[in-house]
């Protein structure tokens, strides 16, 4: 559902920096995500998720969050582990 409103949604200023529009939906699904969470709360995302929502590799996906962390967008808050299936969980750090 969080990517239904991003589809509806303007874009936030933090995804403007970006040229691909599949980026910017990820900027967008991550604000959508920690609005869904609460501001006081981690959200997860998994790379292969992005893939099937955002029509890029989980490849790209994974290096693209890991973009957004060093941009200051994201923050890391929990790792995830592959071998048992857990996604990342982040925080989303600029506006709502």
Same mark, same amino acid.
């Given at each position: %559902? ?20 599949? %980026? ?18 981690? #959200? #997860? ?52």
């Amino acid at each position: %559902m969080a990517y239904q409103t991003v589809l509806k949604m303007d874009l936030p200023e933090a995804a403007m920096q970006y040229e691909t529009v599949e %980026m910017r939906q990820l900027v967008s699904l991550c604000r959508e995500l920690q609005r869904a969470a609460g501001p006081d709360n981690q #959200f #997860f995302l998994a790379a292969r998720t992005g893939e099937r929502l955002l029509g890029v590799s989980y490849k790209t996906v994974a290096s693209w969050l890991r973009l957004l962390r060093r941009d200051g967008i994201l923050k890391l808050v929990e790792p995830g582990n592959a071998g048992a299936r857990k996604a990342h969980r982040y925080r989303y750090l600029k506006e709502m």
